[in-house]
């Protein structure tokens, strides 16, 4: 139709020039007279008339064949989609839902806006995401892309911090529980100067990949810092921060079932809800230190994970995670004192902190989880680790093997909206690894065989959120029970929990053996206020840490240096910490996959 009014229209148009000859020529053959009584009978210039007619009907033609196409195209356009639909129930739909947790961004790890985190996240199947608009998803969250069936989803976030110490703790925005100032008489100048640091190692930058692949959620997950080891001038001329490796996994959901291998919180890491490994689900505190709060479980490791999803309201998770025999040293915890003939074990047989990836380990940590959420106001989860250790004795070439382990048990309530009530509570025999490496995993005696060190752990305390308003307070505390004996000569004292017979008042203070803690603890009282969000732009957030630390060692010597005894206020290390955080997070959320 189109055609053929385009047609018409030309056809007029180059007919224009010989209606006006015909109308002179037939002018000039009529007489006078005649041509004036014409001209009284017609009304003047009529050709022009007749000409804006036509065109007239033709611009009427051509409009109406325009709105006849553009309906037809709507109407072709809603088929298309109903066969589209129709093909994906037909080939893709899986047999059974499948749980696809879409926690609050990803992006927003270690203190999550008070917008996010006042309630669970939430778990929507695939058969109720698929309901959800794409176009939706896709307008709010501009970064994601889409490049298949895979979904990209930027997540990450710029830090800016502040941290101001009473004491010199020396161990930058992360903070070393176990090797606090102990006392103005033991380590003078530690304990008379304060600390005042500014930082950005604690931005985070990384991607998420959603696809659905024969029916089965797979998610790749990749997440990194600037908090890796710092080269010793790093902080003269120019901050040259560490990049390093957080979190790097890929997890595989099918109906029921759910296989996750790689680098990533460890199933022993309290959840919010259900058993989930996104950061969104699990609970490390809003604490703006990057060390997270005193008694904590958790880690960050290599881990092979399988869950079993029984019901929407319960998940049975086994793991094997990379194991590491630990006799202290790391983040500021006591070693502890060898037998004489057995100190080459330190470092070698036994990591003391920093013996990265020299010590054999027997087999892989096995960690069991049953997670219960019979609704969104209450999650309860419990389970246990089992550990094998194990060392080769080089005067009879023989070997000892002793078994650890331990269990916890952790509780998630809302009393009311928007407040919650958490507690996280770890015992162990030979666990100390995983409570941040405060307390070692075990001792040597002085026939070489091993004996697991008991120590237990809590953090507990409220969240509520109220608006764009977020507050916290956190209880965490660390007990460590001494373990200790002699050396074969029966004086020389051995284990955890005694001072070793060749330290002295003068070198206590600059030693780890000033740190076999007996207890640990840590008060922690927070703040996280939205100023600014927009669901494709991001979100700017004000934070704001106060902590108050104590710690107990088990032995502390009877004077300082030059004799003078020592302090009875300096018996025990306490300090006052605060952080402020101002922190920009990336747009982004998790597609609603179909």
Known sequence: ???????????????????????????KEESPTTAV??????????????IESELQDLRSLVQSQM??????????????????????????????????????????????????????????????????????????????????????TPVGFMDFTSEWRSRDGGSGIGTNFASIPIGTSLQPFAAHLSEFRLSMQNSRVGFRVD??????????????????NNPGNVAVSSNSNTFRSRLYWVDVQKAKWEVLGGQ????????????????????????????????????????????????????????????EQYAGGSAGGGTIIYPAAYSSFAGSQLNTGGSTLAVPNLAPDVIAKLAFDPSSKFHVELGGVERQFKVWIPTTTGTFTKTGGGGFVNLNVQLFPGFRLLTNNFWSD????????????????NDGSLSPIKAASTVSGFEFTHKNSFVYAYYGGVYAQKNATFDVNGTTPIGYGVLPATLTPITFGNTVAANQNRAIQEITL????TLWRDAKYGALNFMGQYSFLRRNPWVIPSSAPGSIPVLSEDREAHLHMVFLNLRYTLPGSAPAMK
């Open 430 to 445: 030979g666990g100390g690894r995983y409570i941040f490496g405060q307390v070692p995993d075990l001792i040597v005696r």
């Open 1 to 27: 139709m189109r055609v053929f009014a385009a047609m018409w229209l030309s056809l007029s148009l180059a007919a224009l020039p010989l209606l006006a000859n015909d109308a002179k020529d037939a002018g």
């Open 264 to 323: 990533t919180w460890s199933l022993i890491t309290p959840g919010r809800t259900g058993i989930s490994p996104l950061p969104g689900n699990l609970f490390y505190t809003q604490n703006i230190d990057v060390n997270y709060q005193l008694g904590l479980v958790w880690g960050r490791i290599p881990e092979l994970r399988f869950v079993l999803h029984p019901t929407n309201k319960t998940a049975f998770a086994v793991a094997l995670d990379s194991p």
């Open 37 to 50: 009584a014409e001209k009284a009978k017609e009304p003047a210039k009529p050709e022009n008339a007749v």
């Open 211 to 228: 696809a659905m692949v024969k029916g089965a959620h797979v998610i790749g997950y990749m997440e990194s810092d600037y908090l890796g």
């Open 67 to 152: 709105q006849e196409l553009e309906s037809q195209r709507a109407v072709l356009k809603a088929q298309q989609l109903k066969m589209e639909a129709l093909e994906e129930k037909l080939h893709v739909t899986p047999p059974e839902p499948v749980s696809i947790p879409i926690a609050a961004p990803e992006a927003i790890s270690e203190a999550t806006p008070a917008y996010a985190i006042g309630a669970a996240p939430r778990t929507l199947s695939a058969s109720t995401s698929s309901m959800l608009p794409q176009e939706k998803a896709e307008e709010a969250s501009p970064l994601q892309l889409r490049i298949g069936s895979a979904y990209i």
């Open 526 to 529: 927070g703040f996280n206020q």
